[in-house]
């Protein structure tokens, strides 16, 4: 049974169906045995009214999302700092943060979905002021260091002791089902002309790779910079910076309650004729065993669920956190620790770091095939 009755952003019932698949399991980065069992559909929307993609969620999945997130396999890929993978994604995360923040503007910042305030910490070693962070999965509310960090949800109606002059947050907002009680929850807590700066997945980028990483069930908004754009200024954000970086999406808004009208809508994006061509690319490889299967995520976890049948393959992966857990059934191994001998193929998961994780196979020199899952630009 569905509780989404119409578009997140703008609450127009119509849409077309950007992606409709078998239902998979929803991934998380904890292995089979914190896995819960259940499958749920892999469906995306586009709104016909405003053009924003996004995920219907049902009642079902609604619970099965709040189970994920209240235990200890929340974390889609890696904790901001944590671990290699996380300290590289912020110290990038802070770079582009650096090239069009000046936080130390400010007298007081807010971070909505701070984990463990990781990047609170980073910027009160760097001079920030009055640095406070909202995290629902903190233990209670705390003060350390000059750093605030409040227990609680970005929801409609919650009004924190003070209002900021800045809030930001990095990849928290594809996660909110109830999009506009976040953006009001910003209004209620920002300060008058304060500046509001986020950053998530660029869903256009991904569409237009084919990515198999767009679609996983902890996303309910996929944005562009057009849906961006038109969500800060359906809130009467002036915006000051929009950018696409990488695979992302980030803007820097000022407040200044002027609402700025419709904008035209994002074409058809033609992503699953994209995903079929990446997923024949993928099967090529997998049905001449036995394979490498570099790179445990959610990608695979779609690949492996879209299809029937099972592969002989051996998983790796270089994130410390993964070695040893089990996933698909397999357990993953780092490259340094597998013998490649014997196998007729790679294939290079993630598309992010392709030509270096292709590299570390060539320098050993590798024999068998090696594939990832980049389009050709002919292709697309
Ligand atoms: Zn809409």
């Known amino acids: 049974m569905e509780s989404q009755k119409g578009c997140y952003l703008c609450g127009h019932r119509r849409f077309r169906v950007v992606l409709d698949r078998p239902a998979v399991v929803?991934?998380?980065?904890?292995?089979?045995?914190?896995?819960?069992?259940?499958?749920?559909?892999?469906?995306?929307?586009?709104?016909?009214?405003?053009?924003?993609?996004?995920?219907?969620?049902?009642?079902?999945?609604?619970?099965?999302?709040?189970?994920?997130?209240?235990?200890?396999?929340?974390?889609?890929?890696?904790?901001?700092?944590?671990?290699?993978?996380?300290?590289?994604?912020s110290d990038v995360f802070l770079k582009d943060f650096f090239r069009v923040v000046n936080f130390l503007r400010y007298d007081s910042i807010l971070e909505i979905g701070c984990g463990d305030g990781y990047l609170l910490r980073e910027l009160k070693k760097m001079g920030g002021r009055g640095l406070a962070g909202l995290e629902p999965s903190l233990p209670s509310d705390s003060c350390r260091n000059g750093i605030r960090l409040i227990k609680g949800f970005a929801s409609e109606g919650v009004r924190l002791p003070r209002r900021y002059e800045f809030?930001?947050?990095?990849?928290?907002?594809?996660?909110?089902?109830?999009?506009?009680?976040?953006?009001?929850?910003c209004l209620a807590n920002l300060k008058p002309d304060g500046e509001m700066y986020f950053i998530v997945p660029n869903a256009l980028k991904a569409m237009k790779d084919g990515d198999l990483s767009l679609f996983t069930h902890q996303h309910i908004q996929y944005f562009m910079p057009s849906t961006v754009r038109r969500l800060m200024e359906?809130?009467?954000?002036?915006?000051?910076?929009?950018?696409?970086?990488?695979?992302?999406?980030?803007?820097?808004?000022?407040?200044?309650?002027?609402?700025?009208?419709?904008?035209?809508?994002?074409?058809?994006f033609g992503y699953e004729a994209r995903l079929r061509k990446v997923m024949k690319r993928a099967l090529r490889v997998l049905?001449?065993?036995?394979?490498?299967?570099?790179?445990?995520?959610?990608?695979?976890?779609?690949?492996?669920?879209?299809?029937?049948?099972?592969?002989?393959?051996?998983?790796?992966?270089?994130?410390?956190?993964?070695?040893?857990?089990?996933?698909?059934?397999?357990?993953?191994?780092?490259?340094?620790?597998?013998?490649?001998?014997?196998?007729r193929g790679v294939?290079?998961?993630?598309?992010?770091?392709?030509?270096?994780?292709?590299?570390?196979?060539?320098?050993?020199?590798?024999?068998?095939?090696i594939s990832d899952l980049i389009l050709e630009d002919h292709e697309g």
């Open 26 to 89: 929803p991934w998380t980065s904890s292995g089979d045995k914190a896995r819960g069992r259940r499958r749920f559909p892999c469906i995306l929307r586009q709104c016909l009214d405003c053009g924003h993609v996004y995920q219907p969620v049902s009642l079902s999945l609604r619970r099965e999302l709040a189970a994920i997130y209240s235990s200890d396999r929340a974390q889609m890929s890696t904790t901001m700092g944590r671990g290699c993978w996380g300290k590289a994604r």
């Open 167 to 185: 809030l930001f947050s990095a990849y928290v907002m594809e996660h909110v089902e109830n999009i506009r009680g976040f953006m009001r929850f």
């Open 234 to 268: 359906s809130y009467g954000f002036e915006v000051l910076s929009l950018r696409e970086i990488a695979d992302d999406v980030e803007v820097l808004g000022r407040w200044t309650g002027r609402l700025v009208g419709k904008l035209p809508i994002a074409g058809k």
């Open 287 to 343: 049905r001449r065993p036995p394979v490498i299967v570099h790179g445990i995520s959610n990608s695979l976890n779609n690949l492996l669920g879209w299809q029937s049948g099972s592969f002989d393959m051996a998983l790796v992966d270089n994130d410390p956190t993964k070695e040893g857990k089990v996933f698909f059934g397999k357990t993953a191994v780092p490259t340094a620790k597998i013998s490649l001998a014997g196998y």
């Open 347 to 369: 294939l290079i998961i993630p598309n992010t770091y392709a030509a270096a994780i292709r590299h570390e196979y060539e320098v050993r020199s590798f024999q068998g095939v």
